[in-house]
């Protein structure tokens, strides 16, 4: 395992089709983050992972968002009925136990909606 | 690949000369800051941090400056080269790690 792995890394799906994208962290990593990234802006952050345990989701996401974590390891993120104002890159990001709260960031997940 | 940055401020410098990437936060409560590097069509990759009980702190040719009673991060080049041309974001977090608030980012183009 040399880093974080996000698969598909391209995804193109119509308007109010339901997608899902998943992140396979570094092994052992307890922590896991999503963040979605626009065009010439920063990643905003979506969701947090502490192992299995969801402890923090941004106020911003809509409730057509879910994150799941369901054995620590792997995690998905799902879009229903996606809109055209969620094309965007999807990246996943984990760190482990240490005192330091570095983030390895995978490739993204590009998410295109028509 | 798809470029991230096509909209950003961006900052232009010949290689070998020292770059200076500045960053401001607005939540004093912020307990550590990262400073990331990201290539076109790649994920943000980790650069430097540094937390609050500290102004400075140094890598290999990066340097991070503090200055909490501004709320302003600097991340410092030195001798730019070719390879240092990316977007950079500084992002920001609270000392649980649980969510991490990142800025706008800056283009760096490195001239040959």
């Known amino acids: 395992d040399t880093g974080v792995s996000q698969d598909p890394r391209h995804k193109i799906t119509k308007r109010g089709q339901n997608v899902t994208f998943r992140c396979d962290p570094i092994?052992?990593?307890?922590?896991l983050y999503w963040y979605r990234q626009t065009l010439g802006q920063g990643p905003e952050f979506l969701t947090y992972f502490q192992n299995e345990a969801q402890l923090e989701k941004s106020r911003l996401l809509s409730d057509r968002f879910s994150a799941e974590r369901p054995k620590g390891s792997f995690s998905t993120l799902e879009i229903q009925r996606t809109e055209q104002g969620d094309s965007a890159m999807y990246l996943c990001?984990?760190?482990?136990?240490?005192?330091?709260?570095?983030?390895?960031f995978g490739p993204g997940t590009r998410l295109t909606v028509l | 690949g798809e470029s991230v940055g096509l909209h950003l401020p961006t900052l232009s410098v010949q290689e070998g000369d020292n770059s200076i990437i500045n960053c401001a936060y607005s939540?004093?409560?912020?307990?550590?800051f990262i400073w990331y590097k990201q290539e076109s069509g790649k994920g943000p990759q980790f650069i430097i941090d540094?937390?609050?009980?500290?102004d400075k702190r140094q890598g290999q040719r990066v340097t991070v400056l503090l200055n909490k009673t501004v709320k302003h991060l600097s991340l410092q080049i030195a001798a730019t080269q070719p390879g240092d041309s990316a977007v950079y974001f500084c992002?920001?977090?609270?000392?649980?790690?649980?969510?991490?608030?990142f800025g706008s980012g800056t283009k760096l183009n490195v001239k040959p």
């Open positions: 992002a920001e977090s609270g000392d649980n790690f649980n969510k991490f608030y």
């Open positions: 092994s052992e990593h307890n922590r």
């Open positions: 990001a984990s760190s482990g136990r240490g005192p330091g709260g570095e983030q390895f």
């Open positions: 939540n004093s409560a912020s307990d550590y």
């Open positions: 540094i937390r609050s009980n500290m």
